[in-house]
């Protein structure tokens, strides 16, 4: 019933969007065989805490484990592309934030395409403690993969946010 939900969607009076509507079959073709190109990548020096995790990092892009969410990462990217070539106008964007691979190609497409809107990752849930990737990282910051702002359940969960790039 997909196909029969998404026309209602489309025929709907209110202003709904689908990326699917903006994607062209070659963002898909990029997005799909973004796997052939990865293993192009050279990974010179990964360490961390004096343990090089190089090969590790290769081992994961042979494998494909991340293979579904890094293809809805690029299509997400190139929605947002999509966007700003046919000029639609975006004011603020607000996102659920869980900062997974999806979360880092929407964020990106928004940070380079619309960097003067409002990027707000928004986190209604606890995170459990050891749920890693919910922590932004300096390396994330700077590389332009986090929203602008995180808006949380309460004050309580600022610092905890902040554990790993107490600048954002």
Not at 55 to 69: G, L, R
Not at 117 to 136: S, V
């Amino acid at each position: 019933n997909l196909k029969k939900i998404y026309q209602e969607l489309r025929d709907s009076p209110k202003n709904i969007m689908l990326k699917e509507d903006y994607l062209t079959f070659n963002d898909y073709m990029y997005s799909f065989l973004h796997c052939f190109r990865i293993l192009k990548i050279k990974i010179q020096n990964a360490n961390f805490n004096e343990i090089n995790y190089a090969q590790m990092i290769y081992e994961n892009y042979k494998t494909f484990k991340t293979y579904n969410a890094s293809v809805l990462a690029l299509l997400n990217y190139r929605f947002v592309k999509k966007l700003k070539e046919i000029e639609h106008p975006v004011k603020v964007v607000i996102n659920r934030f869980e900062n997974q691979i999806i979360d880092k190609g929407w964020n990106a497409g928004f940070q380079k395409y619309f960097p003067q809107i409002k990027i707000i990752g928004y986190q209604g849930f606890i995170m459990p403690p050891y749920y890693l990737c919910g922590y932004p990282t300096r390396h994330e910051k700077q590389n332009n993969k986090l929203p602008n702002k995180i808006a949380l359940m309460g004050e309580g969960h600022i610092d905890i946010k902040k554990e790993f790039c107490d600048d954002f």
